[in-house]
């Protein structure tokens, strides 16, 4: 499904490759860090099956703007401590979120992970189609889900 790269962020964390794959595959802890740092994840929404065919699922709570951000998709590979693939839909219709068909517009996702010493490494990619600014806007709201989950590994254990 690869379609053109949209944006790719990535950073190194002072945790163990474990504890970051942990952090990014547990839906207990997705729930903890998955969203921007100036919004939180509505509770209760995080499903990770994580394994070929899996679900995951998110949604993050945008209400302060009239709306939540509600995200699925499917795992189609699964490398533990190495990589992660999935379809990524998106809707702000809660109908949508709760249906969650394979069959919605979606982009693809591909998480890299890597051990470097004492410290890992996670590079997040989105391949799909929009345009250069909203591509722009999900690079930056990334980056942002990126320094929560710094935030979150720095105060968890």
């Given at each position: 499904?690869?379609?053109?790269?949209?944006?790719?962020?990535?950073?190194?964390?002072?945790?163990?490759?474990?504890?970051?794959?942990?952090?990014?595959?547990?839906?207990?802890?997705?729930?903890?860090?998955?969203?921007?740092?100036?919004?939180?994840?509505?509770?209760?929404?995080?499903?990770?099956?994580?394994?070929?065919?899996?679900?995951?699922?998110?949604?993050?709570?945008?209400?302060?703007?009239?709306?939540?951000?509600?995200?699925?998709?499917?795992?189609?590979?699964?490398?533990?401590?190495?990589?992660?693939?999935h379809t990524l839909c998106y809707s702000q219709d809660?109908?949508?979120?709760?249906?969650?068909?394979?069959?919605?517009?979606?982009?693809?996702?591909?998480?890299?992970?890597?051990?470097?010493?004492?410290?890992s490494w996670v590079r997040f990619s989105q391949f799909?189609?929009?345009?250069?600014?909203?591509?722009?806007?999900?690079?930056?709201?990334?980056?942002?889900?990126?320094?929560?989950l710094k935030r979150y590994l720095a105060t968890s254990?």
């Open positions: 499904m690869l379609q053109g790269l949209l944006y790719s962020v990535e950073r190194e964390f002072d945790v163990s490759i474990e504890r970051l794959w942990q952090a990014w595959v547990e839906a207990k802890q997705l729930e903890q860090w998955y969203s921007p740092t100036f919004l939180s994840v509505v509770p209760n929404s995080a499903v990770s099956q994580t394994e070929v065919g899996g679900q995951w699922a998110i949604a993050v709570d945008v209400s302060a703007n009239g709306f939540n951000a509600y995200f699925w998709g499917r795992y189609s590979v699964v490398e533990p401590h190495k990589k992660l693939v809660e109908a949508d979120f709760i249906a969650r068909s394979d069959d919605a517009p979606a982009h693809e996702i591909v998480i890299d992970f890597e051990r470097r010493g004492d410290s799909g189609e929009m345009d250069e600014e909203q591509a722009e806007a999900s690079r930056e709201g990334m980056e942002s889900y990126l320094e929560n254990d």
